[in-house]
């Protein structure tokens, strides 16, 4: 047998106990959709590393990497204004401590259930990975909604919420921060109460405000660790954001920081959103409004036409893709991008699309893009600066330090240059080049699988 032979042999071997290893996790997992997604789109990056390493099949690494190590699941019941008692349910996935204590955000949106925290959970180990700090992947939540609530409402829901959920967190066990829903205000307030009920350890959550703990650049991080890994795309094209068109989804810390980041770096961003619809200027966005409407006053994205009669403002969110151009950043939600909005967006002559929320494109968006010569950063390697920068957070917390913004921000350019130089690398070693799906899979991957060898079967 040739050694081309033999490759394809092993490869097909591969594929066969890749598509096992899935087949079991949906019939353990029925019915939970995003994390069969999240599976599949990571298992399937890895055929040709498991075909190189048959060390890591026969040491059931795949199979112990799908199950969490713990998913705990718990009730929040909470008063709200009018003295009504309310019940939420909350969430935490512990899914991999092989490198570091779990570490991963909260979300707070009503839309939360156990399959969308094991997906995130998911993704966060290999997000966690690539930053090259050591830390495990986790995810946690609740089904309770805080648009809408009193400042009281929220804090009465966040204290019960964290009553429980510091039974099985700790500054070197798991670290949450934010995430949907879960803001300045919700980490202030369960901070407050984990130190009411456990004392002063200033580490246990990342994202706080300054004066108690909190970091520099912390609120930028995603936004502004998106636009440099995207700079990264271009530059290994010979180009940059500088005369770019840029249609951003969302209108969060994400959104906002990566229109920041971009407007700064000479792209004229022309579009973004909120869950009711988004807004169009042809004029390019004015960060100042936006920067008001959505984290002073709290209003609706659709406020913005008010100040701005050249705008218009959309209902509804899946056309914002139609609009033309150059570089797509998705930061709303997950599958905010179907096939039908990726074709769209190639319609459109878009040539870069980097993800800044978690999963926002579907597995057959991504087959288009992928198909029509899109350069894609997905989100487990494009958005990967918050959490780097929440690793920075809790550097600083344990050594009694305060970083100046440029420390920190100098930083997460060095951590989301290495996050893209390490994906190309990988997709070129196992034979995808330009594939930075497969390469930030598969680099994510090979650190945990290799910490997981080194500690036996646990």
């Known amino acids: 047998m040739t050694i081309t032979q033999q490759r394809e042999v092993n490869l097909d071997s591969a594929r066969h106990y890749v598509e096992q290893v899935y087949q079991a996790v949906q019939q353990r997992?029925?019915?939970?959709?995003?994390?069969?997604?999240?599976?599949?789109?990571?298992?399937?990056?890895?055929?040709?590393v498991f075909a190189k390493h048959p060390k890591?099949?026969?040491?059931?690494?795949?199979?112990?990497?799908?199950?969490?190590?713990?998913?705990?699941?718990?009730?929040?019941?909470?008063v709200?204004?009018?003295?009504k008692v309310q019940v939420n349910r909350g969430f935490r996935v512990q899914f991999s401590s092989a490198i570091g204590p779990y570490k991963g955000g909260l979300r707070f949106h009503p839309s939360v259930n156990a399959s969308i925290i094991k997906f995130l959970g998911f993704e966060q180990i290999f997000k966690n990975s690539l930053t090259g700090l050591p830390i495990g992947g986790g995810k946690g939540g609740s089904d309770f909604d805080p648009k809408g609530k009193s400042d009281l409402e929220v804090m009465r829901f966040t204290q019960s919420f964290m009553t429980e959920l510091s039974k099985y967190i700790g500054p070197d066990t798991d670290i949450p921060a934010g995430d949907i829903g879960v803001g300045a205000r919700e980490i202030g307030y369960m901070f407050g109460q984990y130190k009411?009920?456990?004392?002063?350890?200033?580490?246990v959550l990342t994202g706080k405000g300054l004066p108690y703990g909190g970091s520099l650049t912390r609120t930028e991080a995603t936004g502004y660790g998106l636009v440099y890994f995207t700079a990264e795309m271009l530059a290994s094209r010979g180009e940059s954001f500088a005369g770019k068109t840029v249609v951003?989804?969302?209108?969060?810390?994400?959104?906002?920081?990566?229109?920041?980041?971009?407007?700064q770096f000479g792209a004229k961003v022309v579009a973004c959103s909120d869950s009711n619809g988004y807004i169009y200027d042809s004029n390019g966005i004015n960060l100042d409004t936006v920067k008001r409407l959505k984290e002073v006053e709290r209003k609706r994205i659709k406020e913005y036409v008010n100040e701005h009669r050249a705008a218009k403002y959309v209902e509804g969110c899946r056309s914002i893709w139609s609009i033309p151009c150059d570089i797509a950043l998705p930061c709303a939600t997950q599958n905010e991008i179907d096939e039908t909005s990726a074709k769209q967006l190639v319609a459109g002559g878009v040539k870069y699309v980097a993800e800044g929320a978690n999963m926002p494109s579907s597995l057959e968006a991504i087959e288009v893009y992928l198909k029509n010569d899109v350069y894609f950063g997905p989100a487990k390697a494009a958005n990967a600066g918050g959490v780097a920068v929440s690793a920075l957070e809790m550097s600083q917390n344990s050594a009694r330090l305060s970083w100046t913004f440029e420390e920190v921000d100098d930083k997460l350019k060095d951590i989301m240059k290495n996050i893209y130089r390490n994906s190309v690398h990988a997709a070129e070693e196992y034979g995808h080049a330009g594939n930075l799906v497969v390469g930030s899979n598969i680099a994510g991957f090979l650190k945990v699988a290799n910490a997981m060898l080194a500690h036996g079967i646990v």
């Open 29 to 48: 997992n029925p019915g939970e959709h995003e994390f069969h997604q999240a599976v599949k789109e990571i298992l399937d990056s890895l055929v040709p």
């Open 56 to 78: 890591f099949q026969e040491q059931g690494i795949l199979e112990r990497l799908v199950e969490p190590e713990r998913l705990i699941t718990f009730r929040v019941p909470w």
């Open 80 to 83: 709200d204004d009018q003295g």
């Open 196 to 203: 009411r009920l456990y004392g002063n350890e200033t580490g």
């Open 248 to 263: 951003v989804s969302g209108s969060g810390n994400v959104s906002i920081y990566a229109i920041e980041k971009a407007q």
